[in-house]
């Protein structure tokens, strides 16, 4: 069994930046799609970007594109999330997310089976 441990969130002003880790441990995920998600208090969870299992394709969000960076270490099993720009509206719960059967990058949160605890996030105005 799989299991998604995030870290990396915290306090930080508007305009900062953070880099939100998920450590994948149970078995390898180098042939999972990997995601991050968000959730701010009263409001779904959306999408906030995903990447293919080869690091080939990324995608994000449109108001992260250009401020926010996923990547990934197969060999470490670790997923990324370089936050650029921190803005108060980025406040929220970072969730990684994982799904062993797509090639393509999906923004549907439906479309992932397995989920860490969630690292919150907050940004200072």
């Known amino acids: 069994q799989v299991q998604l441990v995030e870290s990396g969130g915290g306090l930080v002003q508007a305009g900062g930046s953070l880099r939100l880790s998920c450590a994948a441990s149970?078995?390898?995920?180098?042939?999972?799609?990997m995601g991050w998600f968000r959730q701010a208090p009263g409001k779904e969870r959306e999408f906030v970007a995903a990447?293919?299992?080869?690091?080939?394709?990324?995608d994000y969000r449109d108001s992260m594109k250009g401020r926010f960076f996923i990547s990934r270490d197969n060999a470490k099993n670790m997923v990324y999330l370089q936050m650029n720009s921190l803005k108060p509206e980025d406040t929220a719960v970072y969730y990684c997310?994982?799904?062993?059967?797509?090639?393509?990058?999906?923004?549907?949160?439906?479309?992932?089976?397995?989920w860490g605890q969630g690292t919150q996030v907050t940004v200072s105005s």
């Open positions: 149970g078995r390898s995920v180098s042939q999972f799609m």
């Open positions: 990447i293919t299992w080869s690091g080939s394709s990324t």
């Open positions: 997310a994982a799904d062993p059967t797509r090639y393509r990058t999906s923004r549907a949160k439906y479309d992932y089976e397995l």
